[in-house]
């Protein structure tokens, strides 16, 4: 792979820039980046596209989605003068041109300065509560406003609703509230509601007037890497950063989660464990005023972006930061060290589940993502941590073992084919594809198996990427049972990132330049299929809310094709799953008659119509009744989906019990999860499913 990678970059070539030569102007800057990009995608993307006139189309039109989604700034002229650069774009880029752009931005700030005044004028009129009209929340189905006569209409209706939303939900507050001496009337609560879309606004406007030109021209970037499949994107050194932190699992900071709130930035949360968590001086709701390196001077920190924030709070391990911190109208300062902190809510953990007297002592493991530490430093390895908490298990002689990837959106591909080898003796994985180049087998190559029983797999539409290529891999080998919504998500493509500096030499002042995350490779099956678009269909599929409803790949715009290539040979003999029609056949006989899953069927047909319903009335009394006829709906779901509670039987395992309850955050985030697996009837027909399988092996 380094190989294929260093072969792409001399191939691209080096464009070198003469230090001498560069001034602080963005548009150079800009213009090397799309440079860069394009010879990167040309070179190394999986389907490289030709750049003319469709291509710049569909540029154009991805970029206008991103900067006005909602259709609520701009109006058709000046979409129309936008649109005189529709197949403009792929000449721009050609002779470094940013007339589009600039012509964008000077619009669209009009526009959002616009339509302020326009939201500010509405709210200064009274609101018609009663008035016979809809609004149709789809923007899709929407056009531009024609002129800012219509505009201003599309914003009188949208913030009628917004208000009455709001009506609704503080007349059930107060209906609901048993200790109010005194009821306010509807003209109070009117005008409450509207100061709160006020204040809620006015906050919005401000978060978008810190939008900058870099803000915008990420966007740009980005719908011009979208053309080429929807994974492809842009980072900045921020978000790269970022990226590595969510993967990783661990940052060196103070261990605080952030906010804006107004002009100031507010603590929502504090890490367990963490620098902050130690300190025991930075407390939940502080607002952050100023920030200060030990030995410096203080930054006030008002008004600033959150992002901008957090770079200034985040630092090296054993340095110092101080906080002024605004509570209880008071001011203080706060000094932490900073450190290592854990972010421990994505790793793997595990329980043993049961249903009483029917089937006991099965392992249950949840993968929230694959994680792993893409720097190469010593940090999380999701295939690690599973092997170890399967070592747990396993010293507690489980009878069976259910692994949980539902909503795992995927990650590090090496520690899926790893993991995918804890359950198997040896053999390939997944075959990954370069254009024009033979399929690469990953396999694994470990002969050692850390499990040998019975397996379930659950997944959902939600489940993608690696997620996707373990279940697959599980299910050609007849390894495990794959239990799930109607298909998994359906992302079968590899990306890679490309650091832009290796492309341009020289510019040394304006890097770092960024990079990109780029697909370069598909993935697919040992049997030869691709899971792109497709997914994997589960061995035994039971009902959920989201049936109706169209998700996953195929909902994204230039979405990379299914195909398929030749077969691998392939068996295992650890344990082989023997009738899978039998056992999806008895679990589809327990479906018919579970209540809990009849309600879910027919709570997924409404969530259909809910979503088919795009026009909304604009009569407080008929959207009352309405959100009533819902609410009635969802609480016949609630009530039978909270029967479930006494059904399974949970419980730490006895390794864990000294860890969760060192400290009362972490003991009361594990009772929170307790009480959620208890409620779940996917994991209780996954036991059904897990009782069926050990009686058919004996």
């Known amino acids: 792979m380094l190989r294929n990678i260093i072969l ?44 003319n006139d469709e291509f710049s189309l569909k540029v154009y039109d991805n970029y206008i989605k991103s900067i006005d989604p909602a259709k609520r700034f701009l109006i058709q002229p000046e979409v129309d003068k936008l649109a005189t650069y529709k197949t403009a ?80 939900q503080k007349l059930e507050e107060q209906e609901k509230d048993t ?52 994974h492809s994107d842009y980072y900045n050194p921020k978000e790269k950063e970022d990226f590595d932190i969510r993967m990783g699992g661990k940052l060196e900071g103070i261990g605080a989660r952030l906010s804006e709130d107004g002009e100031y930035t507010k603590v929502v949360s504090i890490v367990p464990g963490g620098p902050a968590w130690k300190g025991k001086e930075l407390e939940v709701n502080d607002l952050i005023v100023a920030v200060t390196q030990d030995g410096e001077e203080p930054v006030d920190i008002t008004g600033m972006r ?50 009483p007297d029917m089937i006991e002592n099965i392992g249950y493991i949840k993968l929230p993502k694959f994680y792993s530490s893409f720097e190469g430093k010593e940090g999380s390895s999701c295939a690690v941590d599973v092997a170890k908490e ?91 049972v794959i239990v799930g919504s109607t298909s998994t998500f359906g992302k079968g493509t590899v990306q890679r990132f490309q650091n832009l500096d290796q492309y341009i030499q020289g510019m ?3 890097k770092p330049l960024g990079q990109i995350k780029l697909t370069n490779q598909k993935f697919y099956r040992i049997n030869g299929g691709s899971t792109q678009l497709e997914g994997v269909t589960p061995d035994i599929v039971l009902p959920d809310t989201y049936t109706y409803i169209d998700s996953g790949e195929k909902e994204y715009d230039n979405a990379l094709p299914w195909t398929q290539i030749d077969p691998l040979s392939y068996k295992q ?94 003991k009361a985030r594990n009772d929170d999860w307790l009480e959620n697996i208890q409620k779940d009837i996917y994991l209780e027909e996954a036991l059904y499913i897990m009782k069926d399988i050990i009686m058919t092996k004996s």
């Open 508 to 510: 040394d002042d304006m």
């Open 306 to 355: 959150l992002d901008d924030v957090v770079a200034k709070i985040r630092g090296d391990k054993g340095t110092i930061v101080i906080l002024k911190v605004k509570r209880n109208g008071t001011f203080l300062d706060v000094s932490i060290e900073r450190d290592e902190v854990i972010l421990d809510e994505g790793f793997a953990r595990s329980l043993k589940v049961g249903i």
């Open 179 to 230: 200790t109010l001496t005194e009821l306010k009337t509807l003209e109070e609560i009117k005008a409450d509601a509207v100061a709160d879309t006020k204040k809620n606004f006015d906050n919005w406007y401000k978060r978008l007037d810190k939008i900058r030109r870099s803000d915008r021209f990420e966007n740009y970037v980005n719908a011009i890497m979208h053309v080429f499949d929807p």
């Open 573 to 666: 003999d650890v344990y082989i799953v023997k009738d899978k029609e039998a056992l999806s056949t008895s679990s589809e006989e327990r479906v018919r008659e579970n209540p809990s899953f009849k309600v879910i069927e027919e709570q997924a047909q409404r969530i259909k119509s809910y979503r088919d319903e795009e026009e909304v009335s604009l009569n407080l009394d008929t959207y009352r009744k309405q959100l009533d006829q819902r609410e009635l709906e969802s609480k016949l779901y609630d009530d039978v989906i909270d029967q479930n509670v006494d059904c399974l039987s949970i419980e730490n395992l006895e390794v864990d019990t000294a860890l969760i309850n060192s400290d009362e955050s972490r």
């Open 8 to 51: 792409g970059i001399l191939v691209i070539g080096v464009v070198y820039f003469s230090a001498a030569a560069v001034d602080h102007n963005p548009k150079e800057k800009e213009s090397a980046i799309i440079e860069a990009v394009l010879k990167y995608l040309d070179v190394l993307h999986f389907s490289p596209k030709e750049i």
């Open 390 to 480: 399967i070592d747990k298990l396993n010293t507690e002689n489980i009878n069976g073992l259910i692994l949980d990837l539902r909503n795992n959106g995927g990650g590090s591909l090496q520690d899926v084919i790893t993991m995918s080898g804890l359950f198997i003796e040896n053999g390939p994985i997944v075959q990954v594809k370069s254009k024009e180049r033979r399929p690469q087998v990953y396999d694994d190559r470990d002969a050692g198996v850390k499990y040998d029983g019975p397996l379930i797999v659950l997944v959902n539409q939600f489940s993608a990427s690696a997620s996707e290529i373990l279940a697959a891999a599980l299910q050609d080998y007849d390894r495990a």
């Open 89 to 168: 774009i792929d000449d721009e880029i050609q002779n470094r041109s940013l007339e589009f752009f600039d012509t964008s931005l000077d619009l669209i700030t009009v526009a959002i300065t616009r339509s302020q005044s326009i939201y500010e004028e509405v709210l200064d009129q009274d609101i018609d509560l009663y008035s016979t009209e809809t609004f149709n929340t789809s923007s899709e189905d929407r056009e531009f406003a024609s002129d800012e006569t219509e505009l201003r209409e599309y914003w009188r209706k949208s913030l009628t609703l917004d208000i009455i939303n709001k009506i609704d």
